[in-house]
């Protein structure tokens, strides 16, 4: 299990973390849509935080998180459910940098705009909650999201490191909640230690699993209660794609089968390409129309 997630309680059932290793779905998704490293990052980081929060919930119910500042990078877009997840970014040839070589994700992700974050629980209406970004940083942005939209007092940490070749090299994140019960003094001992660990990434690439994450926020004081396997996968198919141009209407069919004789689409989770002949695309008005023939 290469890509996974371990959930534990800790100090008496008071606090709950969860951590995550992501290095593998960082590198696919680096891959697939030849990302440059700050736009990785910040779409790395964001899927991290997408399969975690994704792990919170039930099997199928299904998340949608668009980060949305007024940086170069643009919008970002993540689908999560149980563990597996895909995204993209508007502009993925963004890198930028401190003067230390360090990325800056806050300037390309931009300091002023907001966080939609779209829960599909199947039961209901889907749920949808929006606060400010207050940094850009993504973790930082996140933490405010659960104290805000949820109101659950929350610690998350999200990285991802690059080798010399700007290749992603170790990716994860933890998201700590504080439960109700949980003492002042139990709190005073977390903020100090995150506030002193090295980055989750950084410990990740020195070998660290899930459980040494966990070990080394809690000082060994947790029980663990579960693992799950995430992954990047896109569940897209030639179906979907046909049922979408269906659902554009007879006339602008028509349109598209008269001017350029047939349709072609890139899925933007994953870069495959679906291609629609004329003889599809007429099929299709047709379906519409409840005729065979000649349009």
């Known amino acids: 299990m290469k890509n996974y997630l371990q959930k534990a309680y800790c100090f008496d059932g008071t606090v709950r973390i969860y951590a995550a290793i992501t290095t593998e779905i960082c590198q696919k998704a680096q891959q697939i849509h030849n990302l440059w490293p700050t736009s990785c990052a910040a779409l790395g980081r964001c899927l991290t935080i997408a399969a975690i929060m994704s792990a919170t919930y039930k099997s199928q119910e299904h998340l949608t998180i668009k980060v949305c500042g007024d940086g170069p990078i643009g919008q970002i877009t993540i689908e999560a459910t149980d563990g597996t997840v895909r995204g993209f970014v508007h502009n993925p040839g963004v890198y930028l940098s401190y003067n230390n070589g360090k990325l800056n994700v806050a300037d390309a992700v931009g300091r002023n705009g907001y966080i939609e974050v779209i829960k599909d629980l199947y039961m209901r209406q889907p749920f949808s909650s929006t606060v400010e970004l207050v940094s850009g940083e993504i973790a930082e ?10 109101q659950i007092p929350s610690a998350v940490g999200l990285g991802v490191l690059f080798d010399t070749e700007s290749k992603v090299n170790a990716a994860g994140g933890f998201l700590v909640q504080v439960m109700p019960g949980c003492k002042e003094e139990t709190i005073t001992k977390l903020e100090k230690k995150l506030g002193q660990m090295p980055s989750c990434s950084s410990l990740i690439e020195q070998g660290y699993s899930a459980k040494d994450i966990i070990e080394t926020i809690t000082d060994g004081d947790y029980q663990l209660l579960e693992e799950k396997e ?6 897209c198919n030639k179906n979907r794609f046909r049922r979408g141009l269906i659902s554009l209407g007879k006339d602008e069919l028509l349109d598209i089968l008269n001017t350029d004789k047939k349709a072609s689409i890139t899925c933007n989770f994953c870069g495959e390409k679906y291609e629609f002949t004329s003889d599809e695309l007429h099929d299709m008005i047709c379906e519409l129309t409840n005729k065979k023939g000649n349009i």
């Open 141 to 150: 942005d996140f933490t405010y999201y659960f104290a805000k939209s949820e």
């Open 230 to 235: 995430l992954k990047y996968e896109c569940p």
